[in-house]
């Protein structure tokens, strides 16, 4: 299913009633030219690998969860292509969750926004808050492969 | 640790008693021209997937088991670059060991025989059984990896 969201920078984090805070970190095992995009993560405590593979419609994505063990025996192989985070979630004005994402190591100071939509007309039109910086939806810059493997923009 | 092996071509299945034999197939996530190598791989009722970087002395390689279901969700990333083998052993006169795959699939009608020595001096004295086809330690087309994505040589 196609997530429609839209992403944007902001310079702090906001002074709103946050729910639920969850530790995140990622690494991808692939470098940005393979043909597989292999990423493992670290969401509280559970542990991912990712696959995805192409790109548009014929993009293959599988992922499996793995121990705390396999995770640390693998975690060196994505030296140099970390992030690491905290997510926190906001519900804003108009009932919508925005999912906010404090960096941390080498990104200290990024904060990303993000947030989802049921459909394309809800995206369009939506008002963002005050305390809402730049859209970056089309800035790729700004997905998390990028930040692991490029740094701070 | 480094292994010291030699690989040879067989004809056909050798009229020895076999002890063991164990069906394996493996597929590889990766392409050839990927930073990372991923083997997924069945060996009897046991699954690994394997990570290999890099080659001779700065080689990283890592593995872990996965479950059954694990497997069947990831193997189709392995599409067209894969292979399937019955593993034999065979104890020859010298009492070193030969692992004799026979592959089945596209390669079928391939027999490849591998024997693993102590040392360096004892794996250049070996001298083969005449069963035994060429040497082909070298030659890369053999290699599983590369059976897998090109096929038979």
Known sequence: MKEIERKFLLTK?????????????????????????????????????????????????????????????????TQDRQVEKQRSKAILENGLTAEIDEFSGALKG???????????????????PQWFGPDVTEDSRYKNKSLAENGMP
């Open 13 to 77: 984090m906001p002074e709103i009633v946050l729910k639920s805070t969850i530790c995140i970190r990622q690494g991808y095992i692939s470098k940005s030219r393979d043909s597989v995009e292999i990423r493992l993560r670290q969401k509280g405590d559970a542990f991912f690998m990712t696959f995805k593979r192409g790109q548009g419609l014929v993009r293959d994505e599988a992922e499996i969860r793995i121990n705390e063990s396999d995770f640390h025996h693998l975690w060196p192989l």
């Open 110 to 128: 990024l904060f990303l926004c993000e947030v989802e939509f049921g459909d394309e007309a809800q995206a369009r039109d939506f008002v963002p």
